[in-house]
């Protein structure tokens, strides 16, 4: 940008006997030159201090480019003494001087409070321990900031304070401002913003002070002094008043910590899938889809999606309660209970809703809750939500479920587990799960999202895959084996009676769409009619396992451990290039360096599709 003749540093600098009483300055364009002259001049009339009796007022053109920096994010500390606030600065110089692994906190503190009278600001070499020289901070502009008005302390000093924290070697600065009025001061710094603390001095009291923490060799001190003195810059995005602030800090907290997701190589981008077989404009085979049995797109399946929608609209307008129930809800609810060997059934919008309902409504009967260490996110937000005392086992660890089972036993409560666990594919112990609830007394819930329509011969689930009884309570999803949307709870009339007046997440969300019911129902019929494509499935995983020579786990959930998590995505990015999208999970889905690829199987996939798909693995992993 070339500022030349265009812009003008205005600076006023007033006095009386020799005190100072008051300084200001800003850039401006050449027509406001003359209107800020004036608003200087009245703010050395009106200031705190005292009337003027000299007054300097400088005016330069600007011959370097400015600078356009946004203001540093804020945040206030309240404290109602001198000296706690002084305690929050010692805090917030052990934040800043951890960079440097340097502490001299009290020698910093005691240097700025020897400078009252130092005209500029102190900068300190914490490196060597010692002052430098005064230095004052000029060619700032404000940026819009009136001077007409009564001085604006908060933003002309976080005018400053951003300039500072640009400066090459400045790690934090200490202010107090001189206005007797103004008891505010700050902690600075680039890392951490500007931290307003409410009380450093008592009112009345003219002693204020400005310290700058120098971390750098000599060489860069030349550097850092000519733009704290000469480099003109404009601060920009500066708010009229503290309050205004609050969410420039939000900002900073929110880039902080997508740079920390982003440094952990745990961010997440969102992928376009443009239609069935393509990923970003790429050409794919969808390896990571839930739809297990490929029922989401069964012609059956959409032809129910479409007739519902015809008839009742795209939406259910309210809650069960309101005018939410169709007939497609209670025809689904009555054919899953039937499926699942259940009295009854409830229907919910998603299986994270129903966990984040059924769990805190049975939970505020009593008991603690025993959970699986890698029960799916919605168990454990379940948990959480219903402030119940939550004792964790070790993953499908049935000894050290009973010895706790066994130390709560008097409290009673209930045992919830994932079926199949959604990130390693493996299998719940549910016989011996069955057997502890029983011996102990707790209620004991099965999480069957990964295991509907994949286990037993028929997909009835898991307790088809062990020919055991049910648990008390079976949940599921209509979004993965039945190719719909939606959750559902079985159990016994007694429970789904009070799980429908008690679950709040069904009780005060509008009904699921009408379309996602009748697909859902129409997809449980085709499962029921042709349970071949079960055996398909079965056959799919089976072929993968035995090629990649891996211990078949049963499901079509088959994860690949990669470890670290860079290789991990630039593994999945590469098979996209061959034709395949297999995501990479990472923490924290999974543990820190447990990355994998998440290989999910349908009973759609093709000899060929399998058998290409394992080659690019081969080869990726391999390299």
Request: proline residues 3%; contains cysteine.
């Amino acid at each position: 940008m070339n500022c030349r003749y265009k812009y003008y540093s205005v600076k006023m600098r007033a006095s009386n006997d020799g005190e100072h009483i008051s300084g200001a300055e800003d850039i401006v364009h050449k027509d406001r030159v003359s209107n800020l002259m004036a608003e200087l001049f009245v703010r050395t009339l009106t200031h705190p201090n005292g009337k003027a009796g000299k007054v300097n007022i400088k005016i330069e053109v600007i011959d370097r480019e400015i600078k356009r920096v946004s203001a540093l994010p804020v945040t206030t500390i309240e404290v109602d003494s001198a000296e706690k606030g002084w305690d929050e600065v010692k805090e917030q110089l052990k934040k800043i001087l951890l960079t440097s692994s340097i502490c001299c906190i009290d020698e910093i503190i005691s240097t700025f409070k020897n400078s009252a009278k130092t005209r500029g600001a102190i900068i300190y070499n914490i490196r060597k321990k010692k002052f430098i020289e005064p230095v004052r901070v000029s060619n700032i502009g404000t940026d819009g900031i009136s001077f007409k008005k009564e001085k604006n302390h908060f933003a002309e000093a976080l005018t400053l304070a951003s300039k500072t924290a640009g400066a090459k070697g400045i790690i934090g600065e200490i202010c107090i401002s001189d206005d007797p009025d103004y008891v505010t001061g700050y902690v600075a710094s680039k890392q951490f913003g500007y931290v307003r603390i409410t009380k450093l001095k008592q009112i009345g009291d003219k002693w204020g002070g400005r310290i700058y923490l120098y971390d750098g060799d000599d060489g860069g001190l030349v550097e850092c002094i000519d733009y704290l003195k000469e480099v003109p810059v404009i601060i920009t995005d500066i708010p009229n008043s503290p309050n205004a602030a609050i969410r420039n800090a939000t900002d900073l907290r929110l880039t902080n910590a997508i740079d920390s997701i982003k440094h952990s190589n745990a961010w997440r981008k969102i992928r376009v899938r443009n239609s069935n077989t393509s990923f970003d404009g790429i050409n794919t085979v969808l390896m990571a889809s839930n739809d297990y049995l490929g029922l989401s797109q069964h012609s059956e399946v959409k032809a129910a999606a479409a007739k519902a929608i015809k008839t009742y609209g795209t939406g259910t307008g309210a809650s069960r309660f309101i005018t939410g129930t169709l007939p497609s809800h209670m025809e689904f609810e009555k054919s899953i209970a039937k499926f699942k060997g259940a009295e009854s059934a409830v229907l919910f919008n998603t299986g994270y809703s129903a966990n984040i309902g059924v769990i805190p409504a049975v939970a505020s009967l009593g008991g603690v809750i025993l959970s699986d260490e890698l029960n799916h996110a919605s168990i454990i937000d379940g948990c959480r939500l219903s402030k119940a005392e939550t004792i964790i086992y070790r993953h499908n660890d049935m000894t050290d479920l009973e010895a706790k089972a066994k130390q709560y036993a008097g409290q009673g409560g209930l045992i919830v587990s994932d079926a199949v666990f959604s990130m390693d594919g493996d299998i719940a112990n549910l016989p011996k799960l069955i057997e502890i609830a029983d011996k102990y007394r707790y209620y004991l819930m099965i999480d069957e999202a990964h295991s509907t329509g994949v286990l037993g011969k028929t997909g009835r689930g898991i307790t088809e895959h062990f020919g055991c009884r049910n648990p008390d309570i079976i949940m599921g999803t209509c979004s993965k084996a039945l190719g719909s949307e939606g959750g559902f709870v079985c159990g016994s009339n007694l429970i789904i009676e009070y799980l429908i007046n008690s679950a709040r997440s069904f009780i005060f969300s509008t009904a699921i769409a009408p379309a996602g019911a009748a697909a859902a129902a129409k997809a449980l019929e085709v499962i029921i009619k042709k349970p071949e494509r079960i055996k398909r499935l079965r056959e799919n995983i089976d072929m993968f396992c035995k090629e990649l020579n891996m211990i078949n786990n049963q499901t079509p959930i088959i994860p690949i451990i990669i470890g670290d998590e860079k290789r991990a995505v630039e593994i999945s990015d590469k098979l996209l290039n061959f034709g395949y999208f297999i995501p990479a999970i990472r923490y924290p889905t999974v543990e820190q360096n447990k990355a994998r690829l998440r290989v999910t199987l349908s009973s759609e996939h093709t000899i060929e599709q399998i058998l290409g798909v394992i080659k690019a693995i081969k080869e990726l992993i391999n390299e």
